[in-house]
């Protein structure tokens, strides 16, 4: 049986390595990779969770404070847009990617003879925003820009792919998306930027303004522009691969190396394009994020004309997941900064840990982790599941699962629900890491400041939650969403049995019926009342999908078919207190139940002391 974790042993959630301490992350991976795969990742991940605990958290303060710099002209007045990065944040960029954050995901890692699946790399993300999601911001953009190519490339870019992809710090090249207009946001159709094609030069030319760029400097960046006589509209939109340098400047794409070495662009080899400024922001410091002025920019069109809105939401379908991962591992460091602090601050002769009210609230943090990082990474293996069978079907007869099928359909589903419930679940718990320190949470010199200024962006990179919601409705509607969906809840339920899982299962199916029967409600409504739920609707479906999703690996670990091979029963415990939360209405708000959960569970849960299965009886909510 795993022993419990003693919090008190630290002074701080740093100088630690997060992948040893976060069981949650460990537990989810072990189910969603092979063995094989588990067996190659966890010591690379071992090691990976070390260097983000020490090095990479350490430098992410400091750059916190001493953020990139924008010079958009050099001495003489000649535009050269170069973007200074303090050597902190430098020595994370090679840290990050030569552990493989990108390149395991792309190309066959060292010891394997295929690549990783993605969610290999959201896991690494993941490990990496229990540091910096600021910086983890550029790393998933590097590896959505290598994605597109990887499906829609004609072959004219490989070199960009192949800088994606380098594992070599001196090879990487960045990714990049500039998508927001300031008439458009959301709007994607509005976006008025033109493309004209120059056959003296052999480019297109780009003309317009990007208003939200973040990773500004990046050398593989996508952009959305309409071509001469496109129509309106997202229908209009081409893709276009817009280097930072021009690319007839250069033998090839701009590495991290040549930055290195030779310092800004001379004013002839940059790019027609003026980066004006940087945005003044809350948090995510790391990464810059300005407007641009294409100014006749060269740039080479992805894939197929007025096909550019389609290929762009393959990128975001992982942007999102990537969004998710970051609010999942910033969860993740708010509740190891507030256990750790528990369990050493006194007050009235106790640490404040030992008192009701606290227990209570680190139990729920726990639980709140527990759920988001489950649903995500279900959603993550979809994802990676649909990748990994378009990357053999290319090399082979076999077809793809391109749409039709349940994979895609679920995935399409749960990808924006994960996006939409995490990020607001990372803004909450960052809060509330802050009010457990109490005025020391409020000032820059701890760690929790920067977390809740850093999650404060996630509801809004990649689409709002009313954006996601609708995302969800066309989901339902144009996909048959809901089929895959009921189906799966209604398996993982089937396979529930443990007499300690009973009640909690019985919730959860009574909740089943009535989301199906919203589900069928809402599909008789008009589009009006539709988009009025759509939100309480997403809402509804990570509940009920995250509870029978926790109840099947509660009912695994009880087996004792888990990480440790023991019976144990602290998952069961978890997913118990998930249904009681958000699927359960108690009298009188509870008050009178008698419920002591949060006492009896918080070894358990808080520290992660294993619980034998026989124990369960005794460690229940309370019925009325």
């Given at each position: 049986m795993?022993?419990s974790i003693?919090?008190g042993?630290?002074?701080?959630?740093?100088?630690?390595?997060?992948?040893?301490?976060?069981r949650?992350?460990r537990?989810?991976l072990?189910?969603?990779?092979?063995?094989?795969e588990?067996?190659?990742?966890e010591?690379?991940?071992?090691?990976?969770?070390?260097?983000?605990g020490?090095t990479?958290?350490?430098?992410?303060?400091?750059?916190?404070?001493?953020?990139?710099?924008?010079?958009?002209?050099d001495?003489?007045?000649?535009i050269?847009?170069?973007?200074?990065?303090?050597a902190e944040?430098?020595e994370?960029e090679?840290?990050?990617?030569?552990?493989?954050?990108?390149?395991?995901?792309?190309?066959?890692?060292p010891?394997?003879d295929?690549?990783?699946p993605?969610?290999?790399?959201?896991?690494?993300q993941?490990?990496?925003?229990?540091?910096?999601?600021?910086f983890?911001?550029?790393?998933a953009?590097?590896?959505?820009v290598?994605l597109?190519?990887?499906?829609?490339d004609?072959?004219?870019?490989?070199?960009?792919?192949d800088g994606l992809?380098?594992?070599n710090y001196?090879?990487?090249?960045?990714?990049?998306?500039?998508l927001?207009?300031?008439?458009?946001?959301?709007?994607?159709?509005?976006?008025?930027?033109?493309a004209?094609?120059?056959?003296d030069a052999?480019?297109?030319?780009?003309?317009?303004?990007?208003?939200?760029?973040?990773n500004?400097?990046?050398?593989?960046?996508?952009?959305?522009?309409?071509?001469?006589?496109a129509?309106?509209?997202?229908?209009g939109l081409?893709?276009?691969?817009v280097?930072?340098?021009?690319?007839?400047?250069?033998?090839?794409?701009?590495?991290?190396?040549?930055?290195?070495?030779?310092g800004?662009l001379?004013?002839?080899?940059?790019?027609?394009?003026?980066?004006?400024?940087?945005k003044?922001k809350l948090g995510t410091i790391?990464?810059?994020?300005?407007e641009?002025?294409f100014?006749?920019?060269?740039?080479?069109?992805?894939?197929?004309?007025?096909?550019?809105?389609?290929?762009?939401?393959?990128?975001?379908?992982?942007?999102?997941?990537?969004n998710?991962?970051?609010?999942?591992?910033?969860?993740g460091?708010?509740l190891?900064?507030?256990?750790?602090?528990?369990?050493?601050?006194e007050?009235?002769?106790e640490t404040?840990?030992?008192?009701?009210?606290?227990?209570?609230?680190?139990?729920?943090m726990?639980?709140?982790h527990?759920?988001a990082?489950?649903?995500?990474?279900?959603?993550?293996?979809l994802?990676?599941?649909?990748?990994?069978a378009?990357?053999?079907?290319?090399?082979?007869?076999?077809?793809?699962?391109?749409?039709?099928?349940?994979?895609?359909?679920l995935?399409r589903?749960?990808?924006p629900?994960?996006?939409a419930?995490?990020?607001?679940?990372?803004?909450?718990?960052?809060?509330?890491?802050?009010?457990?320190?109490?005025?020391n949470?409020?000032?820059?010199?701890?760690v929790?400041?920067?977390?809740?200024?850093?999650?404060?962006?996630?509801?809004?990179?990649?689409?709002?939650?009313?954006?996601?919601?609708?995302?969800?409705?066309?989901?339902l509607?144009?996909?048959?969403?809901?089929e895959?969906?009921?189906?799966?809840?209604?398996?993982?339920?089937?396979?529930?049995?443990?007499?300690?899982?009973?009640?909690?299962?019985?919730t959860?199916?009574?909740e089943y019926?009535?989301?199906?029967?919203?589900?069928?409600?809402?599909a008789?409504?008009?589009?009006?009342?539709a988009?009025l739920s759509?939100?309480?609707?997403a809402?509804y479906i990570f509940?009920?999908?995250?509870?029978?999703?926790?109840?099947e690996?509660?009912?695994t670990?009880?087996?004792g078919?888990g990480?440790?091979?023991?019976?144990?029963?602290?998952?069961?415990l978890?997913?118990?207190?998930?249904?009681?939360n958000e699927?359960?209405?108690?009298?009188?708000?509870?008050?009178a139940s008698?419920?002591?959960?949060?006492?009896?569970?918080?070894?358990?849960?808080?520290?992660?002391?294993?619980?034998?299965?026989d124990a369960?009886?005794?460690t229940?909510?309370?019925?009325?």
């Open positions: 795993s022993s003693d919090y042993q630290f002074e701080e959630g740093r100088a630690v390595n997060y992948w040893a301490l976060d949650t992350i537990r989810e072990r189910r969603i990779y092979t063995d094989e588990f067996e190659w990742a010591p690379r991940l071992a090691e990976f969770g070390e260097c983000v020490h990479i958290a350490d430098n992410a303060d400091f750059v916190d404070d001493h953020g990139p710099e924008l010079e958009p002209y001495k003489h007045g000649d050269q847009n170069c973007v200074r990065y303090p944040q430098l994370n090679r840290l990050a990617y030569e552990q493989g954050i990108v390149a395991d995901a792309f190309e066959a890692p010891g394997r295929e690549p990783m993605l969610s290999h790399n959201l896991a690494m993941y490990l990496l925003c229990y540091a910096d999601a600021g983890d911001c550029p790393v953009m590097t590896a959505g290598a597109v190519l990887e499906k829609f004609d072959g004219a870019l490989e070199e960009y792919y992809t380098a594992r001196e090879d990487v090249i960045e990714g990049a998306m500039f927001t207009e300031k008439q458009g946001g959301s709007d994607v159709g509005a976006n008025e930027t033109r004209e094609y120059d056959q052999g480019y297109w030319r780009l003309y317009g303004e990007k208003w939200f760029c973040s500004i400097d990046a050398e593989g960046t996508l952009a959305l522009a309409r071509t001469e006589d129509p309106s509209g997202t229908d081409s893709m276009f691969l280097p930072h340098a021009d690319p007839d400047g250069s033998e090839g794409p701009l590495t991290k190396g040549d930055r290195l070495e030779d800004p001379s004013p002839d080899a940059v790019n027609d394009q003026l980066y004006r400024r940087l003044d790391a990464v810059p994020t300005g641009v002025e100014t006749g920019a060269k740039a080479v069109l992805v894939g197929e004309e007025e096909n550019g809105f389609k290929q762009m939401t393959e990128m975001l379908n992982l942007e999102r997941l990537s998710a991962a970051a609010s999942c591992g910033i969860i460091r708010v190891l900064e507030s256990k750790i602090y528990a369990a050493n601050r007050a009235f002769g404040i840990d030992q008192y009701p009210l606290m227990r209570a609230d680190l139990v729920d726990a639980v709140d527990e759920a990082t489950a649903f995500t990474f279900e959603a993550a293996r994802f990676a599941e649909r990748e990994r378009g990357r053999r079907s290319a090399d082979s007869t076999s077809a793809a699962d391109d749409g039709d099928g349940d994979t895609y359909r995935m589903l749960l990808i629900i994960a996006k419930r995490t990020a607001r679940m990372a803004v909450d718990t960052a809060s509330y890491g802050m009010e457990v320190h109490g005025g949470g409020y000032v820059n010199d701890f929790t400041n920067r977390l809740l200024r850093d999650a404060q962006v996630l509801p809004i990179w990649e689409g709002t939650e009313n954006i996601l919601s609708l995302d969800v409705l066309r989901a509607e144009r996909e048959d969403a809901h895959p969906l009921l189906e799966t809840i209604e398996e993982r339920l089937e396979e529930v049995s443990h007499p300690a899982l009973e009640d909690a299962a019985e959860v199916e009574d019926h009535d989301l199906a029967a919203a589900l069928a409600a809402l008789a409504e008009d589009a009006e009342y988009q759509a939100k309480r609707l809402h509940d009920v999908f995250t509870a029978a999703l926790l109840l690996e509660a009912q670990e009880l087996e078919e990480e440790s091979g023991d019976e144990n029963g602290r998952l069961a978890v997913a118990k207190r998930f249904v009681a699927l359960e209405t108690d009298d009188a708000r509870g008050i008698g419920d002591r959960f949060a006492l009896e569970a918080f070894e358990s849960i808080v520290r992660n002391e294993s619980v034998n299965p369960l009886s005794e229940v909510v309370a019925d009325d």
